[in-house]
Structure formats: structure tokens, C-alpha cells
């Protein structure tokens, strides 16, 4: 029997279509029509990926990405279970979503994955960055070639050098501001400075003296002012390094000498006295009448404030510049016969010291060391006679500037280093030379330039105060995430933001000291050991 004679005329037209098209499909489970299937499948997600990616460009208002192009190598077929693997790289790697990169790290940051990341990493230790062995180019990390290849972008060695030396100024100052009062009436006791490494000694404490006074009546107005206004404060140390596995490490044995920035109001006022003076020749050092003069640019001179705070004896302390001389020869005695390097670092007035104790101790003996300055935040020191001499002299100098900080321009003409050098190199440079010889502030800076920016921190404010800037745990959380000029800040920095934190919460974001804030109620309700360090997020 027919089976179109038993459906009614109306309906038979419909049942035709319907077996038309169970005619047409295959049986997914059928394994001769399987690839089949699986290809047009394949075919149709590719049209579709290739679909939401044109229209993700379209969103994003640029220039639609080039067709990929999927290479049939990259499929094959597993003989296990007849399964497709694909090989290769994804396919949305062709998709530039550089511009929705800041919004999306921004939201992982906010995420409660990476908060409770952040929590973990409270309760461990401080993280160093390693400490790599530096061997026979220690002199190119020390300066010898004038960091030429090291500075942009940055040598992780030479990151961590950097960083070192920095901590080392932290601890003059953490070791005054512990006790900074003086006594005018009897020698100053020995004092203890907490190195941040165990492998140096700390052999030397040194003394600034300031060559004016308050009036009688400061004292009379404002009695409390205490310490504030003595002309003799500790400013420093002298340290070498006395463990063989870091002198192996680093390929010499090392003499640093440290010295901390402007805390009293003497200081202060020295600082104000901005008049270049004459540097005075000291016939007890073995220096070269060549060196101490530049003919083209006339006598060697240093701000007079700067000269003060060197060359003035204390009470019952001898002057800077005789108490480093004295050490750095009786260290050099000592450790006769070894490779030894003098490694001077300070910050802000520091950094201006570190220059004139570069100077001096370069020619203080028949034989010295290589001398390199790593200066964070210095002033200007000296004229272009006085860079000049220091060149001759072949000491190194690395000046870490921050771009946003107005003392690394004073004292001098208000400008950059990089705009100095343009007008010198142009029509008016000579005009310029010749202003250096007559102008009473015709200042430049010495030695090489690491120049990093708060504006590329992510933590600090775009528009972050004057202090700030200047701040010496900025520079090394700045140092710590620098790469390169043109790269962003380093997503592995390891160095803490707790400091940063504590001294200038005002500065960073609000969206890390409301994480930092939530982090540190969350860890007291759970009785977790709180690390002195909040490693930086990542």
C-alpha cells in the first residue's frame, strides 16, 4: 500500500518536504560522515571568530587585523580517540587589544583574586632582587667605562647596585634621626648604625660642621628647638665590606661612605649660601697642580655653603674632609695588596658631600682605588672647571635624577641638563662659556645620568608633591621598576611599599592605600604575623 494514498491532498505536499529533509541529514554517530561534520562545524566557529573579531576592531576604532589563515598541518588527527588537536598559537593573538591593557589591569588589581594574592604576600619576607656574581666586569658596573650600554635600558645588575647603595644612605639616616643630638660640651660617643647587609662593618662615623651660627635670640624665642640648631651633627659613616663571599661575588673588596641629606636648620641655611667659592688645595694630598685648575674654564669652584659644611672643624669633631682622608688611607694600609674600589653614595646634600669627598680622596695617596659617586636627588655643585678637574681625576659619577624633582636644577640657571647642552651646542654656546668664567652661579653637573620619572610609577600620583620627588625611598621604588626610557614600569618589581606607604601615603593612590588599609584590618581579624614589607603588586 502507497502511503500517499492514505494522507489527505492538503498534507501530502508537507510530508514530502519533511522526508526531503530527513533524507538530506546524516547520523552524528555515523564514523564515515564524522569528519565531515566536524569540518563544517570547524568552518562555521572559524566564520564566527573571524566575525566577533572584525567587529571587537570596529569597537575598538582601528584598522581590522589581517585574515588568519588556518594551516591545515596545524590539525591532526589523534589515532586514540579520533579527537582534533589543534597546534599552534591562539587564534585572538592577531587581536591588538594594547589600548584596553590599562583598563583590564586595572580591573584584575580590584579583582578579590588578586587581593587575597596581595594578603599572602604580607605575611612573607622582604624579596631582594637577585644578587648576581659580578666577577671581572665590576669595574664597568663601578664606572669605568662610564656605565656606556648599562643605563638604558637598565643592567639588573646595575639596578641592584643602585638599590644598594641607596639603602645605605636609609641607614645613615634611620641612625641620626635615632639620636641626633650632640653634645657641645664632650666628644661624641660611638655610634651604632644598622646596616642593611651583614657582610659590611661600619669602621668610621662622620661629622658636619657648619661655619655660621644662630643669633643668640633663637634661642631665646624658640628654646625647644634643641638638636635643630647645633653646628655639628653626625652625617655619616665610613664602612667596608669583611665577608669573602661577597668580596667574591663582587670581584674586589669595597670601602663605602654614606652620607645622609639636610635635617638641621644650620644645614639648611648652608644650603641657602649658593656664591661659588674657590676649592682650597690641600698640599698634605699627593694631587696634580694639572687637575686642580681647567684653563678653558677657569679655577675649580663649589658652592660656598657645600665648602662650609666640608672643610669647617667642630668642637670636638675634625672636619668631613679630614675625617674621611684619614680613613680612606688607613683602610687602603690595611687591606694593602687586595683589589680594592671607594664607593661614595649620598642623597640630596649628601650628594653634594659625596662630590667633594670624590674629589679629595681620588688624589689622597699615591695609589687609589677607582672612585665612583652614586648620587640620588643632588644638587648642583660646582662650575664646569670643577666637572672638569673631577673628569681628569677619573672619578665616576652616576647621578640618579628624578625628572620631577626642581633640586637636582638648583643652584644655577632653573633648566635641565638636556637644555643646557642644547644651548651650548648652538649658535649662543659660546656666549655661555663665557658667562661661566664671570657669573658668580655658573654651575654644571658632573658625570653620567639615570633619569627616571614619578609619572611612570603606577603606585604614585601623576601630580605628586615637591617632597615626594625628592624623597629618597621614591628614587630607589622608582629605580626598582625602571627598564628602559621608553618602557612602562617593571611588573616584577620587588621592592616594599610599605615605606612608601608610611611616608608619603598622601602621594600614592588611593586605590593602594584603601588595598593596603583593607589588607591590614583583614590580617589583624585573622591574628597573621604582619612582614615589615608590602611587596609590590604585580
Known amino acids: 500500500m502507497q502511503i500517499g494514498y ?9 510530508f514530502q518536504a519533511r522526508r526531503a529533509s530527513f533524507q538530506c541529514q546524516t547520523s552524528p554517530l555515523n564514523p564515515l560522515t564524522r569528519t565531515h561534520s566536524t569540518s563544517i562545524k570547524r568552518e562555521t566557529s572559524t566564520e564566527l571568530t573571524r566575525l566577533h573579531i572584525a567587529n ?7 584598522p581590522a587585523a589581517p585574515a588568519i589563515e588556518l594551516d591545515p598541518q596545524q590539525f591532526q588527527k589523534d589515532s586514540n580517540n579520533g579527537s582534533i588537536e589543534i597546534k599552534g598559537k591562539g587564534m585572538l593573538e592577531g587581536l591588538n587589544l594594547a589600548k584596553l591593557w590599562p583598563q583590564m589591569k586595572a580591573a584584575e588589581e580590584m ?26 666586569k665590576w669595574k664597568e658596573y663601578h664606572g669605568s667605562k662610564d656605565w656606556q650600554g648599562l643605563l638604558d635600558p637598565l643592567d639588573e645588575n646595575l639596578r641592584r647596585e643602585v638599590v644598594r647603595c641607596g639603602e645605605y644612605v636609609q641607614a645613615a639616616y634611620q641612625s641620626f634621626h635615632s639620636n641626633p643630638a650632640m653634645s657641645a660640651e664632650e666628644p661624641p660617643l660611638p655610634r651604632h648604625v644598622a646596616l642593611p647587609d651583614r657582610t659590611y662593618k661600619v669602621t668610621k662615623s662622620l661629622y658636619a660642621t657648619s661655619s655660621v651660627g644662630l643669633p643668640k635670640w633663637v634661642d631665646d624665642v624658640a628654646p625647644d628647638l634643641g638638636w635643630m640648631t647645633q653646628r655639628s651633627s653626625w652625617i655619616g659613616y665610613v664602612a667596608v665590606c669583611d665577608d669573602k663571599r661577597e668580596i667574591q661575588r663582587m670581584g674586589r673588596r669595597d670601602i663605602i661612605i654614606a652620607l645622609r641629606g639636610t635635617a638641621t636648620c644650620l644645614e639648611w641655611a648652608e644650603n641657602m649660601r649658593a656664591q661659588l667659592d674657590q676649592i682650597p688645595n690641600d698640599d698634605s694630598n699627593n694631587n696634580n697642580n694639572d687637575n686642580n685648575n681647567d684653563s678653558s674654564h677657569g679655577e675649580a669652584k663649589a658652592e660656598c655653603g657645600f665648602l662650609s659644611l666640608y672643610k669647617t672643624c667642630g668642637a670636638h669633631v675634625p672636619s668631613l674632609a679630614e675625617s674621611v682622608v684619614e680613613e680612606v688611607r688607613r683602610l687602603m694600609e690595611v687591606y694593602k695588596g687586595e683589589s680594592l674600589s671607594i664607593t661614595v653614595t649620598g642623597h640630596s646634600l649628601g650628594a653634594a658631600l659625596a662630590l667633594l669627598v670624590a674629589d679629595e680622596i681620588s688624589t689622597c695617596a ?17 662650575n664646569k672647571a670643577f666637572a672638569n678637574r673631577m673628569n681628569a681625576k677619573n672619578v665616576k659619577v ?22 643646557d647642552q642644547k644651548l651650548r651646542n648652538s649658535r649662543i654656546g ?79 593612590k588611593k586605590l593602594y592605600t584603601s588595598k593596603a588599609k583593607a589588607l591590614t584590618l583583614n590580617l589583624d581579624r585573622e591574628r597573621l604575623p604582619i612582614s615589615t614589607c608590602l611587596p609590590s603588586p604585580s
Open 6 to 14: 492514505t494522507l489527505p491532498a492538503h498534507n501530502l505536499n508537507l
Open 366 to 382: 699615591s695609589d687609589v682605588p677607582p672612585v665612583a659617586v652614586f648620587s640620588f636627588g643632588g644638587p648642583r655643585v660646582g
Open 398 to 419: 652616576l647621578r640618579i635624577v628624578n625628572s620631577q624633582d626642581v633640586i637636582t636644577r638648583v643652584p644655577g640657571m632653573f633648566v635641565s641638563e638636556e637644555l
Open 56 to 62: 571587537l576592531e570596529k569597537l575598538l576604532q582601528k
Open 111 to 136: 579583582s578579590p583574586r588578586h587581593l587575597n594574592r596581595l594578603q599572602r604576600l604580607l605575611s612573607k619576607t622582604a624579596e631582594h632582587s637577585p644578587r648576581n656574581h659580578l666577577g671581572s
Open 430 to 508: 659660546g656666549v655661555l662659556d663665557m658667562l661661566d668664567k664671570n657669573m658668580p652661579l655658573a654651575y654644571s653637573h658632573v658625570g653620567a645620568e639615570l633619569r627616571v620619572d614619578t609619572k611612570m610609577s603606577p603606585f604614585l600620583k601623576p601630580n605628586a608633591d615637591v617632597a615626594c620627588c625628592h624623597d629618597l625611598e621614591a628614587y630607589l621604588h622608582l629605580v626598582d621598576g625602571y627598564m628602559a626610557s621608553n618602557c612602562p614600569f617593571r611588573a616584577n618589581a620587588k621592592r616594599s611599599l610599605v615605606r612608601l606607604l608610611q611616608d608619603q601615603r598622601s602621594n600614592v
